[in-house]
C-alpha cells in the first residue's frame, strides 16, 4: 500500500480549515432549531412596539395601547417578584376592562386574534381564580404576544364606515 505525505501546503490548508471551523459560533449550533426564550421574544416585541407607538398615526388607539402596555408591564414584573393573589387578580382585571375598551377600534383583520388574546386573558384570570397566581413564563410569552400584536395594529389604517364600532 502507499502512502502519501502530506505536502507542506496541503497541511497548511487542512489547519486553516479546522481553525476557521473552530472559530465558529459555538452557541448558534447547540441553539439552532430551539426557539427562543420567552424573555428573549418579550425584548423583541417590546422594542418593537416602542418604535412603532413613537411613529403611528392612529392616534385615535395610541393612548390606550400605551395604558395596556404598562399595565401589561407591571403585571409581569409583579408575577417575576412573586406577587400573587388578590394584587394579581386586581391587575388581571385591569388588564381585560383594558383590552375590552378596545373593542370596536381594532381593524377588521386583527379582530380574529384579538379575541384569542382576550380568550387568553379570560384564562389567565381563571386560573388566578383558582391557583392565586398564574405561570410567569407563560405570561410574559402572552405578554410578548400582546406587544407584537399592539404593534402590528399600530401599523395598519383605523376600521371605517358604520360598523367600525359593531
Request: overall charge positive; charged content about 15%; glycine content about 4%.
Given at each position: 500500500m502507499k502512502t502519501i505525505a502530506l505536502s507542506p501546503i496541503r497541511f497548511l490548508i487542512i489547519a486553516l480549515v479546522c481553525f476557521s471551523l473552530s472559530s465558529c459560533d459555538v452557541d448558534y449550533w447547540w441553539s439552532r432549531g430551539k426557539p427562543p426564550t420567552s424573555e428573549k421574544l418579550l425584548n423583541l416585541s417590546q422594542s418593537k412596539f416602542d418604535?412603532?407607538?413613537s411613529s403611528t398615526?392612529?392616534?385615535e388607539?395610541?393612548?390606550?395601547?400605551?395604558?395596556?402596555q404598562k399595565l401589561l408591564a407591571d403585571t409581569h414584573s409583579g408575577l417575576k417578584q412573586g406577587?400573587?393573589?388578590d394584587k394579581l387578580k386586581s391587575n388581571?382585571?385591569?388588564?381585560t376592562e383594558a383590552?375590552?375598551?378596545?373593542?370596536g377600534r381594532i381593524s377588521w383583520g386583527s379582530r380574529a386574534p384579538y379575541g384569542e388574546l382576550l380568550g387568553q386573558l379570560r384564562g389567565f384570570e381563571n386560573i388566578a381564580?383558582?391557583?392565586g397566581t398564574v405561570d410567569t413564563n407563560v405570561f410574559t410569552l402572552y405578554t410578548a404576544r400582546v406587544?407584537?400584536?399592539l404593534s402590528d395594529e399600530l401599523a395598519v389604517p383605523a376600521p371605517v364606515g358604520p360598523l367600525a364600532t359593531y
Open positions: 418604535a412603532i407607538v398615526s392612529r392616534n388607539v395610541k393612548a390606550d395601547f400605551i395604558k395596556l406577587v400573587a393573589g388581571l382585571v385591569a388588564l383590552m375590552y375598551s378596545l373593542e381564580q383558582i391557583n406587544y407584537f400584536f
